[in-house]
């Protein structure tokens, strides 16, 4: 439970990624219209990192926005992971997974994908997936700032790579 928390955490810490449209902005707070699905997607997403009820997030608004045929790579990859978070706040880690990866091959940047990706696939117990994931996000913020988001970032990556360790061990016993 502790550690699960600890992922949701720095999940919470640096992510909520936006889309950004190509509709017009009158189109902005219209439900059906890309830039009106985004908004209700992001709103969704706020609601799921500050830890609403399961029963209150759905990821209906994530997947009419990427329904919209004038969306950018950068943008469908944003809204994958919009969704993935809102997986993965409801408890659907299969489906969270693998909204992040699609986020993850769209993306042209390591970035917060990587690390929510990472996340959800050591809490499903594929650690090499993990720290694949881990390493790169690190590496890509490496000269950037050090934070307390680094050195849990840099922790679970460890418990991770010591897991792949352990399960080694125990397949050849």
């Not at 997403?45 to 759905?58: I, M, Y």
């Not at 706040?89 to 992040?100: C, N």
Request: proline residues 2%; aromatic residues 4%; charged residues 20%.
């Amino acid at each position: 439970q502790e550690m699960t928390m600890n992922y949701l955490r720095t999940t919470i810490a640096v992510v909520c990624v936006f889309a950004g449209t190509t509709a017009g902005a009158e189109d902005a707070a219209s439900p059906g219209t890309l830039n009106g699905d985004a908004d209700q997607c992001f709103a969704e997403t706020r609601k799921a990192v500050a830890g609403a009820a399961v029963s209150e997030l759905s990821a209906a608004s994530c997947r009419r926005a990427l329904r919209h045929d004038p969306i950018s790579r950068q943008d469908r990859s944003a809204m994958l992971h919009n969704r993935g978070l809102i997986q993965q706040a409801r408890g659907e880690l299969e489906k969270a997974r693998a909204s992040f990866a699609h986020a993850v091959r769209l993306s042209t940047t390591v970035d917060v994908r990587n690390l929510a990706l990472a996340q959800v696939a050591h809490r499903q117990g594929d650690f090499e997936l993990a720290v694949e994931q881990y390493d790169l996000w690190i590496a890509a913020v490496a000269d950037g700032p050090t934070s307390a988001t680094l050195s849990t970032v840099v922790a679970n990556r460890e418990i991770a790579a010591a897991s792949i360790g352990t399960i080694d061990v125990a397949s050849r016993q």
